[in-house]
């Protein structure tokens, strides 16, 4: 079966430095997406990590570190608008590409 | 604009009644899927379709169907056998089943009378 998990909540300061952990266990590892959700929104596409290491993309980036079951999102210089939920998924190479989602990160920037 | 659009945007089901999602994309894509989104647990995966005229059960398919007769289309009908159908429903799509991105719509919220 596979599990993720990811803390429920975090707060962080406008123009500050926030990193969002996922482990997870899953057997036939494929890949790990971030999605940004805002409440009542679709989540939308972050980032993709298939293999170890780092991948920057502007003010986030997301690392991975299969070996240790686990990935984070960093997000550089934060905005008010950043205020979302943070999905990690990871995908599992069982035939069909299931995606298994946790149950997201609830991420408050305060001025 | 390509995209994925999911109607209607509130959706109200009075006891006994089945309703049905729409879900379309115009983004060319193979695969189809969806989600169902409750406070405090992940997405889970209700439906899938890797192709037209073909689709399997995710994990939660109780009390729900689907059809695939066009590319662009997906609906989903939530049956009164769902004895829970509160949620906020996610369509997504991808181009096709190989581990592509998928990507949502904007989500369809059921609520029950």
């Known amino acids: 079966g596979q599990n993720i998990d990811q803390p429920t909540e975090m707060t962080a300061t406008e123009g500050a430095i926030v990193q969002i952990n996922c482990t997870y266990q899953?057997?036939?590892?494929?890949?790990l997406f971030w999605y940004q959700q805002h409440a009542g929104e679709a989540p939308t596409f972050l980032s993709y990590n298939v293999l170890d290491g780092l991948e920057e993309k502007g003010r986030f980036s997301s690392f991975l570190s299969r070996s240790k079951g686990y990935s984070y999102l960093l997000l550089k210089e934060l905005q008010m608008k950043d205020s979302a939920s943070y999905l990690c998924a990871v995908r599992a190479n069982t035939g069909f590409q299931k995606l298994v989602f946790g149950t997201g990160t609830r991420l408050l920037v305060s001025p | 604009d390509g995209g994925i659009t999911q109607s209607p945007k509130y959706l109200f089901r009075k006891e006994g009644q089945n309703v049905t999602l729409s879900c379309e994309q115009n983004?060319?894509?193979?695969?189809m899927y969806w989600y169902r989104q409750d406070p405090g647990q992940g997405l889970r995966l209700i439906y899938y379709?890797?192709?037209?005229?073909?689709?399997q059960k995710g994990d939660i398919a109780e009390g729900y169907s689907v059809s695939r007769e066009k590319k662009e289309s997906f609906p989903l009908t939530v049956t009164s056998a769902q004895k829970n159908p509160t949620a906020f429903y996610l369509c997504?799509?991808?181009?096709?089943?190989?581990?592509?991105?998928?990507?949502f719509g904007p989500g369809t919220r059921l609520l029950v009378l």
């Open positions: 379709s890797q192709i037209v005229n073909d689709f």
């Open positions: 899953t057997s036939g590892f494929n890949g």
């Open positions: 983004l060319n894509h193979d695969a």
């Open positions: 997504a799509s991808s181009i096709a089943d190989r581990g592509e991105t998928q990507y």
